[in-house]
């Protein structure tokens, strides 16, 4: 069996997380997740284990080496949610690792109580962003080039049932990817029980929040409730059997994907970043329908960046509105976006 480090170096590897001119953000809470990642790219780095790519690797097995010397470098950043009493202590711990280890490190304290009461969102959502927005800071600042964040095996699997659960599609069954935009994440290959003896074994004493214990959020009691009695009652290697699922679905969701930017390019007529986009209204109502939902997607998130709370409902709406084939005819799915029917194109219209 691997060892963590070397499945973790096979995971970078294998989906190319990190390339040899890399600075990494890593995001460290304290706990046994965030401390063995930390700890992991610190070895590997000092023992030029990383490489650039698949070629370099072949040719360093061939001529017996470990790889070329890597120049990827690491930052850690820390988010003090300020919830918990225990909170300035786990900023302490990971302060005190960086400063014992030489490693560049930046925190920030954010009332996420308070931001969640007053964007009225909830906690977990507002701790999310919150997070995310300090690690892009510190990726400006710092001149860095990704974010590494330390979910697991475990944690897919989570946001899988997750994500059944609210009725989400395909998609949803993805769980978490190994790679988002910049954001990247090594441990995803690892399953928590492998990550807790790593830190046993290390002796790095992570910090652990009790909250976690707690069945207050969904992920919690799908956490620590449903998957133990699955794997009491039904299937005791759920983990890795819906792990099989995922690498299924996330494999033919990249190809569903890259057909529908192909056709994308055959019914655009215009399109201006972060203002419009234009297609052809005969060739869209020609599709099938799971292909135009696809594709209303791909469009929002084209213009947003993301797909800008436009739900299944907008998405049904906005191919009725195509299927009356009736001019000047328009829906709003949120105040941010506008589709209009109009000389046979439908618009899609950032509203500033």
């Known amino acids: 069996m691997k060892s963590l480090e070397e499945n973790i170096l096979h995971t970078i590897n294998f989906y190319q997380l990190i390339e040899n001119e890399d600075k990494l953000v890593l995001a460290v809470s304290g706990g046994p997740d965030s401390m063995c990642m930390l700890k992991v ?3 590997l780095l000092k023992e030029k284990l990383i490489l650039k790519n698949k070629q370099e690797e072949e040719l360093a097995e061939k001529n ?19 919830l918990r009493k225990e909170a300035d202590d786990d900023e302490k711990y990971v302060k005190n690792y960086c400063k014992k280890n030489g490693i560049e490190f930046y925190s920030k304290s954010i009332d996420v109580k308070k931001l969640a009461h007053t964007n009225k969102i909830g906690e977990e959502e507002a701790g999310r962003i919150a997070r995310y927005e300090f690690f892009e800071e510190v990726l400006k600042n710092t001149n860095a080039t990704k974010i590494a964040v330390a979910h697991n095996k475990n944690d897919k699997i989570e946001t899988m049932l997750m994500n059944t659960l609210r009725g989400s599609g395909i998609e949803g069954l993805k769980g978490i990817e190994p790679k988002r935009d910049n954001i990247i994440r090594p441990l995803i290959q690892c399953e928590r029980t492998e990550i807790e003896k790593y830190c046993k074994e290390n002796k790095l004493n992570p910090r652990i929040d009790q909250t976690n214990l707690e069945n207050t959020y969904t992920r919690n009691k799908i956490r620590n409730v449903v998957i133990p009695y699955i794997q009491k009652e039904f299937n005791p290697n759920i983990i890795k059997t819906l792990d099989r699922l995922s690498d299924i679905v996330m494999g033919e969701n990249e190809y569903i994907e890259n057909q529908i ?12 970043p972060n203002q419009e986009i234009r297609i052809d209204l005969k060739m869209f109502n ?9 594709l209303i997607r791909y469009i929002i998130k ?18 009725k509105l195509c299927g009356n084939n009736i001019g ?16 046979h194109q439908v618009h899609f219209i950032v509203l500033s």
């Open 41 to 43: 790219l610190e070895n």
């Open 64 to 82: 017996c080496q470990k790889g070329p010397s890597p120049m990827a470098k690491i930052v850690v950043a820390h988010v003090n949610h300020m």
């Open 261 to 272: 930017k192909i056709i994308y390019e055959k019914i655009l007529i215009e399109e201006k």
């Open 286 to 294: 020609l599709l099938e329908t799971v292909i135009k939902a696809r």
């Open 302 to 319: 084209r213009l947003f960046g993301s797909t800008n709370s436009i739900e299944k409902i907008h998405i049904e709406d906005i191919i």
């Open 328 to 343: 000047n005819k328009y829906l709003t799915p949120n105040k941010n976006s506008k589709v209009l029917i109009k000389n």
